[in-house]
């Protein structure tokens, strides 16, 4: 899986127009490969199993709580939160729903 991803980083200005779905956003992997999607200005489709905190401070520090980093990755551009859980049907049809590929970084 860390070889797709390098590879798909590495190619980012060829698949600028790219969306792709990501699990485990809020884990240490995740929250690594979403704010780097973002950056290469490759739209993400992020699940998210517990809702937006906004009275949190934003952070993707190693310690940061799951709400932190959620909030922090919610306001990076071309991210768009999914509210889900990878083990729910409908939450998996949603969170793909128009992407061209998939990062499970889930533990």
Known sequence: MRFFVLLLLSAAPLCAAMRVAVTGTTGLLGRQVVERLSKKNIKV???????????VTPSIDKDAKSTQVALYLSQLPGVTMVAGDATDLASCKQLVDNCDAIIAAHG
């Open 45 to 55: 489709n992020a699940l998210l199993r517990h809702p937006i905190d906004n009275s």
